[in-house]
Structures are given as C-alpha cells and as structure tokens.
C-alpha cells in the first residue's frame, strides 16, 4: 500500500510539474495585456511581439534578454508577447523559452484575430513581425518600431530616455 502512495506522489508531482512548465508562459489576452502595459507608473515598458517561427524576431531576443538584465534595478519593464498560437504553448513556445534559457518575462497573446485590438494599441502597425513598443504613460512616451531591430539599436533607443 506504501508502494501505491508513493508512485502516485511522484505522478503528482510530475503532472505539477507540467502544469508549471506551462504557466512560465501565461496565456493572455489582449485586454489582460492592455492593462499590464497602461499602468499610470513611470516606468518605461518595452514590449516586443514575436514568434519562434519568425527568424527576425529570434534574432533579436538577445537584445531583450540584455535590456531585461542591465535595467533590473531601474523603472523599466521588458515584455516578450509571444503571437504564436495558443495549440503550440506547451510544443513550441514553452520549450524554446526553456531551450534558450529566456529571463525576461514572456506571455503568448491569444489573440487570433488581429484586426479586433491592433488598432487600439498600434493603428500604425501591420501586424507584421517583429515589432516593438515602447510606452510610458506617466511620460507620454509611445515609440512604435515596426522593424527588426539592430544590435545595439534597442539600447540606443533607451538611452534616449535617460533612465
């Protein structure tokens, strides 16, 4: 009977296991994400929409990766907003935040049809990857960058702001 209790422990514990690995990429929506990124704060959000299957976006991860580590201490705020879709979470995107050991935090955006938030967050904005935004409200800063981003480039851009 001891025997049972523990092999079904450790089944638990595995399935937990799962769960967590999944929830280290939220799934949210884009009214959970407007929120996220309109808090009436000074700090400074970069917020980069991606997907694994785009060779650009991956490219420039680093970047973020750098931003996210150097500004730990100061008010800003790195966010990767994942666009691949939901039915990949636990093949693809899970796996490749795990596999390139990402630190900065990643939500997937179930959104599937563009046309129904794109407007009201970016109305300049295609939809095209990668594309990155910069927003603090308490500053008025709003920068759209619709294009892959050079090295170095993000951090220039930020230096702008003198944080």
């Given amino acids: 009977m001891r025997f049972k209790t523990v092999i079904l422990g450790l089944l638990l514990i595995s399935a937990g296991r799962i769960t967590l690995l999944a929830q280290s990429v939220p799934v949210i929506t884009f009214e959970q994400l407007n929120r996220i990124i309109s808090r009436p704060t000074d700090t400074l959000y970069v917020v980069n929409f991606w997907a694994t299957w785009c060779g650009p976006c991956v490219k420039e991860l680093p970047q973020f990766e750098m931003l996210h580590k150097t ?79 050079k090295e170095g480039e993000l951090q220039s851009i930020i230096n702008q702001y003198k944080l």
């Fill in 71 to 149: 500004y730990a201490t100061k008010p800003v705020r790195v966010l990767l907003v994942s666009m691949d879709n939901k039915a990949t979470l636990n093949t693809k995107v899970v796996p490749f935040v795990q596999a390139r050991k990402l630190q900065t935090p990643v939500v997937l955006l179930n959104e599937s049809d563009l046309n129904t938030w794109v407007d009201r967050l970016v109305p300049e904005w295609s939809g095209a990857l990668p594309m990155t935004l910069l927003l603090n409200r308490k500053r008025k800063v709003r920068r759209f960058i619709g294009k892959a981003l």
